[in-house]
């Protein structure tokens, strides 16, 4: 996207605030994984902050601190609204501590028999990482270490929870997790992610081997299974980022390029004279995964047939301006 276009769509979108937030209905805008951010984002994010045409708006950010040094944009940004003395309010969210997970516990899976043992075990395991915590209790009800006691209408803490062999942390725990899935759904993750954390139905159906059917009941077997949701029709995200990760390193080195240069493949066919900005970048994005030797014929004139394809829109667009 060029940067008029880009100038465009941050004045679009202030001028919708300016309308959409009043003392009546005020907006609050909450945005995840600030870590990634890029530059055009954080741009159009100072824009929204710097207006003050804009009122009852509420932005709210979070990220992980431990991927964000004083070399990040966001830092940057922290530091140059400070030097401008405005404040920018920050919450350090920590892990849960060991009263917060007992809590957490008895109010999930209440009545329990052994509260303070699996609190315990909890811990232990997970240091109060909340999506460690989740994924782990998930397991243990998987393998019936946690299962309810219709008789005496309890859950019910099994002795195998600590003969379970968990890893300590919550990477290595789904990697292992990851590895035991059906081997088809697996198949068809990978190349999920790979795509990205958002991918569509029609995108996996022409990559993966599998018929649309089967691919069309392993995607909805996956969303039972919690590892992805369903957005709007046909569409699919990962339900988090690690568990995209996990399954992305699944992956042999060969087989994630494999991947990419499938998907590229796809997506160049797929382009047509309305190509814009963003899918040529989507689709270099793949290509550079795959070794140069990958690069064929078939798809670098492709590829150079978008770029030409999107020269000559813009030079459409700028004749129509001039006139």
């Known amino acids: 996207m060029g940067q008029e276009a880009i100038n465009r769509f941050n004045h679009a979108i202030q001028s919708f605030l300016k309308i959409a937030s009043n003392a009546k209905h005020p907006v609050v805008l909450f945005l995840d994984d600030l870590q990634w951010v890029d530059s055009a984002s954080l741009a159009l994010l ?91 209790l998930l397991h243990l009800y998987e393998e019936s270490c946690i299962y309810f006691d219709s008789e005496n209408k309890e859950w019910h803490v099994d002795e195998c929870v600590e003969q379970e062999l968990i890893a300590d942390n919550v990477a290595d725990f789904l990697t292992t997790q990851m590895a035991k899935l059906d081997k088809d759904m697996l198949s068809v993750l990978r190349v999920a992610s790979c795509v990205g954390n958002r991918f569509d139905f029609e995108l996996m159906s022409k990559v993966l081997t599998f018929d649309k059917k089967r691919t069309d009941a392993l995607l909805k077997q996956a969303v039972k299974e919690n590892l992805i949701l369903t957005v709007e029709h046909n569409q699919y995200i990962f339900s988090h980022d690690q568990i995209q990760q996990a399954v992305y390193i699944q992956c042999t080195e060969q087989e994630q390029k494999r991947n990419h240069l499938d998907i590229a493949k796809v997506k160049l066919l797929e382009q047509s004279l309305d190509v814009d900005d963003f899918s040529i970048l989507d689709i270099a994005g793949h290509l550079q995964h795959v070794v140069d030797e990958a690069m064929t014929e078939f798809t670098q004139e492709h590829l150079t047939d978008l770029f030409i394809k999107r020269l000559r829109k813009h030079q459409k667009t700028l004749h129509m301006n001039v006139l």
Not at 59 to 67: D, F, H, K, T, V
Request: charged content about 30%; cysteine-free.
């Open 46 to 136: 100072k824009g929204l902050y710097d207006n003050s045409d804009i009122s009852y708006f509420y932005l709210i950010g979070a990220y992980r601190s431990n991927e964000v040094d004083e070399s990040h944009l966001l830092e940057m940004l922290f530091k140059e609204e400070a030097n401008k003395g405005r404040e920018i309010k920050q919450m350090n969210i920590d892990v849960l501590k060991e009263p917060d997970v007992k809590k957490l516990l008895k109010m999930s899976i209440s009545p329990i028999n052994r509260l303070d043992y699996l609190t315990q075990h909890v811990m232990e395991k997970t240091k109060g990482n909340v999506f460690f915590i989740k994924q782990l």
